[in-house]
């Protein structure tokens, strides 16, 4: 039996996540290899959604992972660690290691994902390539011009200079690595991005890992069901079977899964909703254990609890992976004398429910790269909700600490005038 399930094996393209600290120019090296302008459509230019883009070159098919650089998408680069077979750590040349070059390394590290260094950014005259292999020399990490095993190249995603040698780099540690997968199986993947589409419905994008994905094929994601109703490739044409490590938009899911829920194709719709209940009945039997009775012991911590403020927020975002990145980073924003409450967190636009909740909580609405609908502006407006559009996420995180501030009680100083 194990005989056959290896006769079948085939060397499958290699998944790159692309990494590194906001700004070093990891979309603009994407760019030139897929020869089109993502940068630009970007909203202040910095990369808030996981993309997966896949490019051939020599012939040979290569997927990307793009992620997001901003600090408070780390849940979504580890996710990008987790689902890769290789990583590119883009170093700008005139800038060296920052906080998330750091954080990247860390997780490269830590998930013992085989890596390549690019060193970006070198048209620039103040680019520094030896002090950053300096740079990485202090942290343990040696290239190979450094004497160690880590291949690294030197690029410039402006003037294209290095991207064959790059991607040359890329097919070379594939073919090492000896990556294979099944095709003959059932499918099984996993949710790179999410979200509600008003005209088609839940859809995700999903990684094929193994197997081939087919139209009609019965599948659990997460906990949903469904079948496949259509597949578009990444350049939103639409396929009809999705091969491993191919990444595809699937249409036809019972609800919007989460960014990172496992994908599974199964032999009947009936057995895929039967799994889908049972998930959800446990999520329900696990929430509602976490529902805290009061005992005697916790009663003084609970009265004391009282005294601190609380800013209860509702985050409703286009994708699932901005709706976990706020409310991971909004979170973080508690102090000693203020906790930040995320009450509910959704993907879609804000409709009346979530206009309902806030005025019943007293809490904030905050719609990053959404907007409400006409019906909820005018009842936000009537019951004087606070309600606050985004675009990027720095300017949340901006706002909300700019506001914990303001509701900081006042210090009282004495000051004697005489």
Not at 7 to 26: A, S
């Amino acid at each position: 039996m194990t005989d056959n399930k290896n006769q079948n094996l085939i060397l499958k393209p290699p998944v790159v996540v692309v990494m590194g600290h906001v700004d070093h120019g990891k979309s603009s090296i994407l760019d030139y290899i897929r020869k089109t302008n993502v940068t630009e459509k970007e909203i202040g230019g910095i990369t808030q959604k996981l993309g997966a883009y896949e490019v051939v070159h020599n012939n040979s098919k290569i997927t990307f992972l793009d992620t997001p650089g901003h600090e408070a998408f780390n849940t979504i680069r580890e996710r990008g660690t987790i689902v890769a077979d290789i990583a590119i750590l883009v170093i700008a040349a005139d800038e060296g290691i920052k906080a998330q070059t750091e954080e990247a390394l860390n997780l490269i590290l830590s998930h013992n994902l085989p890596f390549i260094v690019a060193f970006n950014k070198i048209d620039k005259p103040e680019a520094n390539i030896e002090k950053v292999k300096q740079e990485l020399a202090n942290k343990e990490v040696y290239v190979e011009s450094y004497g160690g095993k880590i291949p690294s190249v030197n690029v410039s995603a402006k003037t294209g200079e290095g991207i064959n040698e790059l991607l040359d780099l890329i097919l070379i540690q594939a073919e090492m690595l000896e990556l294979k997968a099944n095709p003959a199986l059932k499918a099984k993947g996993v949710v790179i991005e999410s979200k509600l589409d008003p005209g088609r419905g839940p859809i995700a994008t999903v990684l094929v890992q193994n197997g081939t994905l087919r139209g009609g094929d019965p599948f659990v994601v997460g906990l949903y069901s469904g079948r496949v109703r259509a597949m578009f490739a990444d350049t939103g044409e639409q396929v009809h079977e999705a091969t491993p490590s191919m990444p595809v938009e699937v249409l036809g899911i019972s609800g919007v899964p989460s960014a990172g829920d496992p994908f599974q194709v199964v032999e009947s719709e009936k057995y895929a909703r039967q799994i889908a209940q049972k998930r959800q009945e446990l999520v329900r039997l696990e929430s509602a254990q976490k529902v805290k009775k009061v005992t005697l012991e916790d009663l003084n911590a609970m009265i004391k609890e009282g005294e601190i403020k609380e800013l209860k927020i509702v985050i409703k975002a286009d994708v699932d992976g901005s709706v976990q990145a706020l409310r991971d980073s909004l979170q973080k924003l508690s102090t000693n004398d203020i906790r930040v409450k995320v009450i509910h967190a959704a993907t879609g636009g804000i409709n009346e429910s979530d206009v309902m909740l806030a005025s019943a909580s007293n809490a904030i609405i905050i719609g990053f790269n959404v907007r409400p609908n006409r019906k909820s502006r005018e009842m936000a407006e009537a019951a004087g909700i606070d309600m606050r559009m985004y675009e990027v996420i720095y300017k949340v995180l901006d706002d909300m600490t700019a506001a914990l501030s303001g509701m900081l009680t006042p210090t009282v100083e004495e000051v004697v005038t005489g």
